[in-house]
């Protein structure tokens, strides 16, 4: 069984503040990683993707992959409530046919 | 583009009932699957579809759940007979280029079942 592991929070992080989020995964040969984030009551968009170690830098958010770990983060420098929202990690696995697997997502509040 | 267009926005039928989920995906997109989202579970793969023919169906709990895409621009995801625990948010997305790519999803049913 191929997994996402998340901790589901909230997470509740002062406004201005670094969020970091995350993401555990069960199969070394994942090669994409990707952050959706869900308002509630709403549909999941992307804000990220990452296919190799390292960081990745997309105006506030920076997400971190680290696959000898098997872990997956996202950081959101200067917290804005806005960003109060479900984060959710999702992990390409292959073997077989490739499917997307989710996490059941990480609840974040930003505190005003 | 509209979007990935699901109808209805809510449904609530009883035990026992058939209930019909629609989706159009973003044109273009030779990629449509269908989720199941509710709290204990998450977000789950159902099935999808690439260029309208199913190639992961593996996801789906039961014979009670079929899928069709007759046309590319047209889905749907059938519970037949429905059960109280169908209950949940199904999201139907879409993608140009398949599962590693990004997926654009539509606003989702809200399926109760009573």
């Known amino acids: 069984q191929k997994e996402v592991e998340q901790n589901s929070g909230p997470l509740s992080v002062p406004e201005g503040a670094i969020a970091s989020l995350n993401c555990t995964y069960s199969?070394?040969?994942?090669?994409?990683f990707f952050w959706y984030r869900q308002y509630s009551g709403k549909s999941p968009e992307l804000i990220m993707s990452i296919y190799s170690n390292g960081d990745k830098e997309d105006g506030r958010f920076t997400a971190q992959l680290n696959k000898a770990s098997q872990y997956v983060s996202l950081l959101i420098r200067d917290s804005q409530p806005s960003d109060s929202a479900t984060y959710l990690c999702a992990v390409l696995f292959s073997g077989g046919y490739q499917k997307v697997t989710f996490g059941t997502g990480t609840k974040l509040q930003v505190i005003p | 583009d509209a979007g990935v267009i699901q109808s209805p926005r809510h449904e609530v039928t009883e035990m026992g009932q058939e209930v019909t989920l629609r989706c159009k995906p973003i044109s273009g997109h030779d990629y449509l699957f269908w989720y199941r989202q509710t709290m204990m579970r998450g977000l789950e793969l159902l099935i999808y579809?690439?260029?309208?023919?199913?190639?992961?169906d593996s996801g789906m709990p039961e014979d009670r759940f079929s899928a069709k895409m007759p046309n590319a621009s047209f889905s749907t995801l059938k519970i037949q007979p429905s059960e109280p625990r169908d209950s949940a948010v199904y999201f139907c997305?879409?993608?140009?280029?398949?599962?590693?790519?990004?997926?654009?999803f539509g606003q989702g049913t809200r399926l109760t079942v009573v």
């Open positions: 199969d070394r040969v994942s090669q994409s």
């Open positions: 579809f690439n260029n309208n023919v199913p190639i992961d």
């Open positions: 997305a879409s993608s140009l280029q398949g599962p590693g790519t990004e997926a654009f």
